[in-house]
């Protein structure tokens, strides 16, 4: 994505810097096009300042921290984001500042609206899709932790008593925890039941059930 902004000054390196400062980059970075070149009147009088477009290209992890300080501003938090590339295309995003409990939502339900609206937002157009992960308070690895003790929790006492137990509605992601938590518990199977916003994994004994799909 190349971004682009016109300035003017006395001078070309007058208008040039103008334009780094509103950019916030380096000159090496940009390419700069010269639109009108300074001109001085007679006695000084109607001169023409200089005007120049000043163009770079933004990276993907600078689009992904531009996206989401415009988004936190929008929603009246004074969180910033900071942008780690993790793979090719893959990018992991911790939001730092305060009260951080209202942009993770209940049950982490915010964080996700926000990295499904950057994910979508970024991935439009020709260019190639790039994955974000967004988290505050290390809170992905604590709900995860959280669910696999759950899961543990329900599977001993499914193998105690045979009996299939169903959990709260949980989204694909915490499913997937769940799922892979029990795969390789002995005389346990898991799968996912209902229709979305309410789709549950049912802990079932597997000596004697019949096992649809674990989706």
Not at 138 to 143: D, E, G, L, V
Not at 156 to 175: C, F
Not at 192 to 210: D, F, H, L, M, Q
């Amino acid at each position: 994505m190349i971004k682009s902004v016109e300035a003017t000054g006395k001078t070309l390196d007058e208008a040039i810097r103008a334009a780094l400062l509103e950019l916030k980059v380096d000159r090496d970075a940009v390419s700069v096009e010269v639109i009108d070149n300074p001109k001085t009147g007679f006695l000084g009088l109607r001169s023409t300042p200089a005007r120049v477009r000043v163009s770079y290209e933004l990276s993907n992890a600078d689009m992904i921290a531009n996206f989401l300080n415009g988004l936190l501003k929008h929603m009246g938090s004074n969180a910033y984001p900071e942008v780690t590339k993790t793979g090719e295309n893959t990018y992991s995003v911790e939001l730092k500042g305060d009260d951080l409990g209202l942009l993770i939502g209940h049950r982490g339900d915010t964080l996700d609206a926000i990295q499904h609206l950057t994910n979508y937002c970024l991935n439009k157009g020709d260019a190639p899709n790039i994955r974000v992960s967004v988290d505050a308070e290390n809170y992905r690895k604590k709900r995860e932790e959280s669910l696999i003790r759950l899961a543990e929790k329900v599977a001993a006492k499914v193998a105690k008593y045979r009996k299939n137990i169903t959990l709260e509605p949980m989204n694909a992601y915490e499913r997937h925890v769940i799922h892979a938590a029990l795969q390789d518990e002995k005389d346990i199977t898991t799968y996912s039941t209902g229709k979305e916003p309410n789709r549950r994994v049912v802990v079932a004994y597997s000596r004697y059930s019949s096992v649809p799909p674990r989706a």
